[in-house]
């Protein structure tokens, strides 16, 4: 398996304008994690699904941000519209959640690192 | 909030020296874990202890849990260069939501 795919790496945007990222997820893994990543904050969870199901959004800080799980195989954070506040490094990360198998941890992906301008 | 806090936030030691890093949590929990991250990459998950465990081992690391402290410590011995990261714990709660909270995270720099 090629690990969690996360696109693009890099993203640079003007404020105001949307973001979108991209994760796919390991095979047969049925739970999926979107962090933030900070100097200040440290890693922050936003959201969690489970079975393409949102279970905790509690950690989404505000209506700008939605996030996505259509299918098993991928889910999208969007930020619209962006403001130079949400520039950190995103991380999604999948898990294989209710099996022997979590004691595997969470495998992450590289990162997404966003600079809103 | 954040679960876990790190102790120390950051340490320096020469190649072959061990390293220990601690780990503080407020809540009862059903594991805990360790990750490593290198400089611009992801965390890498390096073990689990569960609640009920007091001490696992991985090649040169050594996990210990004490419940009753709420505290946790990662032990790397005989330290290279390459371990050189930032060491975060994550706690899982009791409960067992498949929610991973992590601490801010212990940089150790490892000098050849």
């Known amino acids: 398996d090629a690990g969690v795919i996360q696109s693009p790496r890099h993203e640079v945007t003007e404020m105001g304008q949307e973001v979108t990222l991209r994760c796919k997820p390991i095979?047969?893994?049925?739970?999926l994690f979107w962090y933030r990543q900070t100097m200040m904050r440290g890693l922050e969870l936003l959201i969690y699904?489970?079975?393409?199901?949102?279970?905790?959004d509690s950690g989404m800080p505000e209506d700008r941000f939605s996030a996505k799980m259509p299918n098993a195989s991928f889910s999208t954070l969007k930020i619209q519209p962006s403001e130079p506040r949400d520039s950190a490094v995103y991380f999604c990360?999948?898990?294989?959640?209710?099996?022997?198998?979590?004691?595997?941890?969470?495998?992450f992906g590289s990162g997404t690192r966003l600079t809103v301008v | 909030s954040q679960q876990g806090e790190e102790d120390p936030q950051a340490l320096s030691i020469q190649e072959g020296e061990n390293a220990t890093m601690n780990c503080s949590y407020k809540?009862?929990?059903?594991?805990l874990q360790w990750y490593r991250q290198n400089s611009g990459r992801g965390l890498v998950h390096l073990i689990l202890?569960?609640?009920?465990?007091r001490e696992k081992h991985s090649g040169r690391l050594r996990v210990t849990l004490d419940t009753s402290k709420k505290s946790s410590s990662l032990l790397i011995t005989a330290s290279r260069a390459a371990d050189t990261a930032s060491y975060f714990c994550?706690?899982?709660?009791?409960?067992?939501?498949?929610?991973?909270?992590f601490g801010q995270g212990t940089t150790l720099q490892v000098k050849p």
């Open positions: 990360a999948s898990s294989l959640e209710g099996t022997s198998k979590v004691r595997d941890g969470y495998t």
């Open positions: 095979s047969g893994h049925n739970s």
């Open positions: 699904f489970n079975n393409n199901v949102p279970i905790d």
């Open positions: 809540t009862s929990i059903n594991n």
């Open positions: 202890i569960r609640s009920n465990e």
């Open positions: 994550a706690t899982k709660g009791s409960s067992n939501t498949g929610k991973l909270i």
